[in-house]
């Protein structure tokens, strides 16, 4: 048994979240010891494990804000996280054999040198490559971009944050990646640092896609099942997550093929572009749309007079959905599509999500999702991979919308077997497991 030391920065709700609170409970299934420490933990905007008695975590409150005016975030989470580490280090502190840290790098080379631990880092994405937006692989074009995008001001202020992010986690006894593709820009982007990241995949609880009795009943999947043929798009409404593109090929499909008049489009999670989607959907396209929010949600959401539709929408935009509004929606009979926007992804989970439902996925190809989904040959299809043209992806709406029953069958089986041989929950632990068991074996770090 290992005594482990979780260290995230905001344990909030997001897909490197879920990956630390799965990882977590995975590695107390094996007999380990674990402890989670973070600077932010609001127990109303959290995954329900970590406030309910499953996992025991720490929040230490720092002194210094999130960010002042908007701006500074980067400093800021380092000294957060420095405050976080001098409290691991002080000596009434619990001691453990083993830390893994995932997001921000600071506190390595202060838990290794003074602490005299060992350190295991994942990588969800180099920072300094997301500082100016979405990744964009092509270096031409992103300096180009960064140029347009970024001032002698933040390039002065963002050089010394991103020497210290590749300093400090070339300091980690191993280090993770999400995926290969995370794994070969980090290669290429980080070129002090000679080691190739071992790829451990997020795992996903199979048994919290199941649904239950409980959620059969519940008001807030009743407000959003329906026989409709329903077509989900599970992202974050932010921009670089592109759920537009969803939009677009949804218009086009409806306008292109009448026989698609019927169909649904339901949009989830929550406000941060909501205003400009709902323009897009009720003034470009003239569809119809609902706006809802789950009645348990803990955070109320005030959606101001909008002309919604509220029976039968074209678009059902579903803010802050709820783990059974989710798990109902992936498993409904009526859904037969699930879209994945976001282009460069460096992991992407909801793909998997939809695969271990059975549910035919659409993603664009590049990222991550290159690696989840099988698109070619087309018997051993599990999903969609194309460039993020709406044009393209009208196209493969019309091919995922007219599968036959017995093809739609037999991808579903496809499907699920890979997400759950190669994306479980325990498998992504494992992985976790082996890399802390040889940062451990590498004996106590000593100066």
């Not at 210094?64 to 009434?92: C, M, W």
């Not at 003074?114 to 937006?133: E, M, Q, S, T």
């Not at 569809?287 to 909008?306: E, F, G, M």
């Not at 969609?384 to 044009?391: G, V, Y």
Request: one cysteine or more; glycine letters at 6%.
């Amino acid at each position: 048994m290992l005594k482990i030391a979780f260290i995230h920065p905001d344990l909030g709700i997001g897909g490197a979240e879920r990956l630390v609170v799965d990882a977590a409970l995975g590695l107390q299934d094996f007999g380990h010891k674990v402890d989670i420490y973070t600077s932010h933990h609001d127990t109303n905007h959290c995954f329900e494990e970590t406030k309910d008695g499953r996992l025991k975590v720490h929040n230490v409150v720092p002194p210094f804000p999130r960010a002042i005016n908007g701006k500074f975030h980067i400093l800021l989470a380092h000294l957060r996280q420095l405050h976080l580490t001098t409290y691991l280090l002080s000596p009434g502190a619990p001691r453990y054999d083993v830390f893994f840290v995932d997001q921000l790098s600071t506190c390595i080379p202060l838990l290794r040198s003074i602490g005299h631990a060992r350190v295991v880092f994942y990588c969800h994405f180099p920072d300094k490559l997301l500082a100016n937006g979405e990744f964009i692989e092509d270096p031409v074009v992103r300096a180009e971009r960064n140029l347009l995008k970024g001032g002698l001001l933040k390039r002065i202020y963002r050089y010394p944050m991103d020497w210290l992010e590749e300093f400090t986690t070339r300091q980690a006894d191993v280090i993770l990646a999400n995926s290969k593709f995370t794994g070969r820009v980090f290669k290429d982007n980080f070129p002090s640092i000679q080691r190739i990241p071992e790829v451990v995949y997020p795992g996903i609880n199979i048994a919290a896609y199941e649904a239950t009795e409980d959620s059969i009943t519940d008001s807030d999947v009743a407000a959003i099942l329906s026989d409709r043929p329903t077509l989900i798009s599970l992202n974050r409404f932010e921009k670089k997550k592109n759920v537009a593109l969803a939009v677009e090929a949804f218009a086009r499909i409806r306008t292109q093929d009448p026989s698609t008049s019927n169909l649904r489009l339901v949009l989830g999670d929550n406000m941060l572009t909501l205003y400009s989607l709902i323009d897009l959907v009720s003034k470009k396209h003239t569809l119809t749309y609902n706006v809802i929010t789950p009645s348990s949600s803990p955070k109320a959401v005030k959606i101001p007079p909008l002309n919604t539709t509220p029976e039968n929408p074209a678009v059902l935009f579903l803010l802050n959905f709820t783990t059974a509004q989710r798990t109902a929606l992936l498993t409904s009979p009526s859904t037969i599509g699930l879209l994945y926007t976001p282009a460069n992804e460096h992991f992407g989970i909801v793909p998997v999500e939809g695969m271990l439902c059975g549910v035919p996925v659409l993603a664009c190809d590049s990222g991550g999702p290159v690696e989840s989904i099988v698109d070619k040959p087309v018997d051993e299809r599990t999903g969609w991979l194309r460039a993020p043209d709406p044009e393209i992806w009208a196209e493969a709406l019309r091919e995922i919308v007219g599968m036959g029953e017995e093809d739609r069958v037999k991808m579903r089986v496809r499907a699920k077997k890979r997400a759950r041989e190669l994306f479980g929950m325990e498998a992504m632990a494992r992985g976790i497991e082996d890399a802390l068991k040889e940062a451990v074996g590498m004996g106590k770090y000593l100066l």
